[in-house]
């Protein structure tokens, strides 16, 4: 089973940009393997018990797989800076979508970071080192 579903498309969308609609980024491309099944199996490989998922934590690997599913879906956006028809002109700001993709796995990331246990532990105090005595060098 998937983790981000066909209901969820809309999140994917305005993950990438908010003026996105079906028109632009239609469900059946978010749907496609190279997308959503390749965000959910990296989601699925870093949380092994994600099916467990309850609650917040549930809530957050949702959203990071929509995270996931919207960066390898940026540099798919089509790019629409500027277009003209007759007297109505229509630009704006041109968006770096290799960029977006690198924001959107961060916030993956963070999604995940939220509720996964870390296996490092930082020491209580830092460990100290002393200069050890020896014989090398000397004749």
Do not use: C
Request: hydrophobic share 45%; glycine share 4%; aromatic share 6%.
């Amino acid at each position: 089973m998937a983790i981000v579903q066909p209901t969820d498309y809309g999140a994917v969308r305005a993950a990438l940009d908010t003026s996105l609609d079906q028109a632009a980024l239609p469900d059946a491309t978010i749907g496609l393997p190279i997308f959503l099944d390749a965000a959910d199996l990296e989601i699925k490989r870093r949380d092994p018990q994600w099916a467990s998922r309850s609650g917040d934590a549930a809530t957050h690997l949702k959203n990071a797989a929509i995270s996931m599913t919207a960066a390898l879906l940026a540099p798919a956006v089509p790019a629409v800076a500027s277009e003209r028809l007759g007297d109505y002109q229509y630009q704006r700001q041109a968006v770096d979508w290799t960029a977006r993709a690198a924001e959107l796995r961060q916030l993956a990331e963070q999604e995940l970071n939220a509720y996964l246990e870390t296996s490092t532990t930082t020491p209580d105090r830092p460990t100290m080192f002393a200069v050890a005595s020896g014989t090398r060098g000397k004749w």
